[in-house]
């Protein structure tokens, strides 16, 4: 039995574990911005408004916020914010005068810096700080002569603490998410050219280390901008191509596609190569940040390349059962290619950020040449339906914060802002968080309270001995609170913030009782509004968005068959993707805050990433089949029969995958008898749907098996 660690050695492990040398370098940048300011404005100026705002300032800003990235970009977020940090502080001053007006301004002020969040992982680490801001100016005093303090030492405050962030202990740079895009391109460049050969595992590891929930905040390409968009766009790409090369190399189509394939599979042998260059351009590019001239669009060559086999299909019928195995090789290449077309268009999107002309399909590649006003818009408008958990999450964080000034208003609470501080540092997604937040803070506010109360009847009105140990609390409770819990930062902040306000003002130690009271109340008013709207979080959510895409995609596949199997040929429409889109933007919204939530890191459950990837080769294949592989003349008639079989058996797996992720009873399997193939010589456009579907159906069939209660690792069936 190994002998049990040393408590010196638990800590460390603790402290390794917490990230503490970030933790305490954040605390020494907060603490040095905020005391400087502080003791400079009250003792040597005599200016205790300028002070308070120049305290508060780096505090919202550097410890209740959680902004992501280096030192430098945390310092561009904060001087950027810092704008609508001052117009907040003159809206809350104008509207203390009454206690509705500041109300119906928390309320407004409340959503929109939440709703924010849709705008990427910045702004939404900045807003808590910035409603911080809004509340401190909105509680009485009415003192709107004050405004022009309130401004100076907020602005004081928050440059110093953007200096800080850059010369003291700044936080170094993270992997970017680019790097990442530009590794996985070269290794799938590597493996089509026959430069390596690694195992289907490996691959799959690979294009697992593109998830956003793998890079820091800072780095993932969540805004709305067309570079966001467009490396978003690479890194699924290069998901969905690992995931190809994963499985061409368990079914040995890889080995044969590197040597050629059989003799006459001309076509292999000419397109391979050009799509193994073409990653390795598009690595090399991300790598360097410059773009090379590119000689052939691989849309001409992809298209030249289905000539080729459509040239070839009449001849290839007295070639016996090996030519199917050939056409088909040729079909998982095409899809490769197209993989890579979408690859090499987005990572020249992503490098160069300007508007284009429109590519093709227009349907995926729409915000290219959209002007950037319309990609705002179309972000915030898209997340305006209460099936998007950002819009869950602003009015559940805007009705907290408006009811906490209400009720603060209206029984006149001493320190009334307490009570929205700790509604916004206390409220979480779910009932089960909130709760356990809220009982941690309440007993941390408890020993707090008693020791702040201790430590004011004790100083009494010694100003000097209160000033001699803000700092060194200040450095203690910013930086012991976040390694050990809720409990240990309340308490500890509860002792910062009694120490200063006995500066400011005399106090005794009903400042300590007016607090707890005033962090119950908050906690109550979070508990209740988390109750009554959406209190599973982002679990529920989830489980609808990825319904409601997977239904989506259905349709999608018998469409994209109709357009194949269309007599004459073109005369079906090719199936419109713009509603599937839609909801894999809210799908990945839900995911992304399901996969933010303690409770959802812990449980095992079903494979979400896997539904999204699957959905979006569906997406990808109902544009790049009717472009493709619309054949020259009308299908036999027992050929459409049997390419309508495959597609509404697998549109009808997908749909009894969405019933299963939906909670519902799954409708049963259609049953249909296997129709034997006839003699005739296999054609190209029925192949290339074939190997579409196969490949579905065995994604969905893993994602079925990761599923609670699933009947095994082939119950999807066909």
Known sequence: MPAEASPTARIGTLLAAAGWAGILHRAVRVTVASATAFYAFLYGLDEPVLALYALFGPIALGLLSAVPGSGRQRAEVMLKALPVGLALVTLGTALAVRTWAAVLGMLVVGFLLAFAAVAGPRPAGAAPGLQLFYILACFPPYAPQTLGLRLAGLSTGVVLL?????????????????????????IAGDTLAGRTRLPPATLRAEGERLRLSVFPPAERPAGPGRAARGLAQA??????????????????????????????????????????????????????????????RLDEAIGAFQRMRMRQEPRTGTEGPGTAAVLRRQAALLGVAESVRALEISVRVALDGRRTAPIEPRELFWYTDAPTARLWVRRFAGNLTVRSVQFHNALRIALALGAARLVAGSLDLTHGFWVLLAVLTLSRTTVGETWAAMRQAVAGNLVGAVAAGALLIGLGEHTDAYAAILAPGMLIAFSVGPLLGIAWAQALFTLVVATAFAQITPATWRLAEARIVDVVTGSLIGLLCALLAWPSGARREVRRTM???LRECASLIRATAAALAAVPPGSAPPPSTFPALHRMRLAESAYAQFRSEPAARAEPGADWHGVLVATHQILLGAHWLPRFDLPSAGLPPDAVRRAWADARATAGTVERLAARCD??????????????????PPLVTLVDLEVWLLSLTAQLSRVEAALPGAPGPHGLGR
């Open 162 to 186: 953007a200096l800080c962030e850059v010369v003291l202990l700044p936080r170094p740079g993270d992997a970017t998410y680019r790097s990442g895009v530009a590794r996985a391109a070269a």
């Open 235 to 296: 890194g699924s790409a290069s998901r969905r191509l690992l995931e190809q090369l994963a499985r061409l190399t368990e079914t040995g189509q890889l080995h044969h596609l590197l040597g050629g394939g059989r003799p006459g599979d001309r076509a292999s042998r000419w397109l391979l190569p050009q799509v193994a260059a073409r990653c390795a351009d598009g690595a090399e590019a991300l790598r360097t940040g410059r773009l090379a001239p590119v000689p052939r």
């Open 547 to 549: 319904a409601g895409l």
């Open 663 to 680: 909670g519902e009873r799954p409708p049963p399997k259609e049953a249909r008898p296997r129709t034997p193939p006839t003699p005739a």
